[in-house]
């Protein structure tokens, strides 16, 4: 190693190490979040069940028994013979088995079968450098690029490097996720995030160096125009 080498590590290093450490706990490189999916895992995940969603449950020659259930706005919905059954923020499955479980109570080796008959759909809210923005909707599973799309894509002035992904108070400790789309757009599909109900895409127009200021000067007056304080807090 030569002795310039040598010298530009030690000054190097400690500058490099200052920074690592002072990065804003809370923003994390999109690579590392678990919500994180190939796109061809997009519509494999297991969908959790929203108030609102109709679901068909049938058992097999019980016709009597069978029927639509809403979910209501407690998380639950009522069905023959037993009653409450939790539904909200379940899979499929899980309805299924408890289901199951309960009628044999009253039917011999029940067959129960669940499906979603009618999606009630989440909202994103999409902000920035968008074509569309303000709130839009979505239902199933949906990848950050389908919202966009639903936005009507980004414009000229969109920083393809500087997508955030809000989850939770913008002002209050927010889980931010930054995503560069020109990732997805050259075939890493790791930055291709599955998106939440409620989550706030908001794309910039320029650069972003502090984030946690940039919620706060930026995104957090464009917000306060389309939703209410009270939205925000219990997001």
Request: glycine share 6%; with cysteine; aromatic share 6%.
């Amino acid at each position: 190693m030569s002795h310039r080498l040598h010298w530009l590590l030690l000054v190097l290093f400690p500058l490099l190490l200052w920074v690592g450490c002072n990065q804003p706990a809370t923003v994390y490189p999109a690579t590392i979040r678990p919500s994180i999916v190939e796109a061809r895992e997009v519509k494999q995940l297991e969908y959790l069940i929203n108030v609102d969603d109709v679901i068909e449950v049938n058992v097999w020659q019980n016709q009597d028994v069978s029927r639509d259930a809403i979910v209501r706005p407690d998380g639950m919905i009522s069905f023959p013979l037993i009653g409450e059954v939790k539904a909200h923020k379940r899979t499929l499955r899980q309805i299924d088995d408890e289901i199951t479980q309960k009628l044999k109570e009253y039917i011999i080796s029940p067959e129960v079968t669940v499906a979603i008959k009618k999606f009630a759909g989440e909202k994103v809210i999409v902000l920035g450098e968008v074509v569309k923005g303000g709130v839009h909707k979505f239902v199933g599973n949906a990848s950050l690029m389908d919202i966009i799309g639903e936005a009507g894509g980004l414009t000229r002035d969109a920083k393809y490097g500087n997508l955030l992904i809000i989850r939770g108070d913008v002002l209050d400790k927010p889980e931010v996720v930054m995503v560069n789309v020109n990732d997805i757009l050259n075939g890493d599909m790791r930055s291709n995030v599955v998106m939440y109900p409620n989550d706030i895409v908001y794309v910039s127009s320029k650069p972003i160096a502090d984030v946690a200021r940039y919620l706060r000067d930026y995104v957090a007056p464009v917000l306060s125009t389309i939703v209410s304080v009270e939205f925000l807090r219990t997001r």
